[in-house]
């Protein structure tokens, strides 16, 4: 058995997993700082940690040296410098791996979808993303999947690293920003719809990218599935050369694919 921990901008999930099924999960909130961040993580870990545990696996935010486990200037989390793999190890004493959230997701439903070739999008505070390749991550040189930054909008609104990217459009703050409220808050059809649009544009050319055999979203905006998912696959439909089947994944899947890490 192993525990997978998916640290969020919102909320911190851990789950205890054994042969991809996810035994026992624990949800805080992540908190507001850094201090807030690192205990709760702890605190979920604590809870379902006992001798039977082999390992943890942790979905954080990036950039990060995820091998080191020490993070970057993470744009959504206080976190920078901060070595969650020293910090949890120092506390539980068992083999700690690490790598990005969004990668966790994508693994995650890989292994629940039994599909090699997976591309997704996480939509929440900001917009992340993975990429399986033949039933593995790709990582690049180690931040490789980071999706939300990829440009839709060569001349567009700028939020966070790149102006005009999937993120600036289709995130949490961008969808506040432009229309007043958070999604969950959001009740516009038409705004839905151009959310749906804006995101199609960015599914597509990772559709024409990578040729997966799926293409799946999560994060906390995909609740809202169903109220963009006509203007996402009617954008999607307009510029792939082939069509990919595009799914909501399962909330839990950034603990299942943390787990999936070893």
Not at 104 to 111: Q, R, Y
Not at 226 to 252: H, L, Q, T
Request: hydrophobic share 40%; glycine share 16%; net charge positive.
């Amino acid at each position: 058995m192993k525990i997978g921990v998916d640290i969020g901008g919102t909320e911190i999930k851990a789950g205890i997993v054994s042969n991809n099924k996810i035994l026992r999960k624990i949800v805080v909130k992540t908190g507001s700082n850094k201090k807030e961040i690192i205990k709760n993580m702890l605190d979920c870990v604590e809870v379902l940690f006992d001798k039977k545990i082999e390992g943890i696996g942790i979905g954080s935010p990036g950039p990060a040296d995820y091998s080191k486990g020490v993070l970057g200037d993470t744009p959504n989390m206080p976190l920078k410098g901060v070595n969650l793999k020293k910090i949890v190890f120092n506390k539980f004493r068992k083999k700690v791996v690490m790598d990005n959230d969004a990668n966790c997701f994508v693994l995650g439903e890989a292994a629940r979808l039994k599909k090699k070739n997976v591309v997704g999008l996480t939509l929440g505070t900001g917009v992340g993303g993975g990429i399986v390749i033949n039933g593995e991550l790709y990582r690049g040189r180690g931040n490789a999947g980071e999706l939300g930054h990829c440009t839709i909008k060569f001349d567009g609104k700028k939020l966070g690293f790149n102006q005009g990217s999937l993120e600036s459009y289709v995130s949490a703050k961008a969808i506040k920003r432009d229309y007043g409220k958070g999604p969950l808050d959001l009740k516009s059809s038409k705004a839905w719809k151009e959310i749906g649009e804006k995101l199609g544009v960015g599914v597509a050319n990772l559709i024409n990218s990578f040729d997966p055999d799926v293409v799946v979203i999560g994060g906390g905006i995909a609740k809202g599935f169903s109220k963009f998912k006509a203007g996402m696959n009617k954008e999607i439909m307009k510029r792939v050369v082939r069509k990919v089947p595009v799914v909501k994944g399962k909330e839990d899947s950034g603990i299942l694919g943390a787990a999936c890490l070893f």
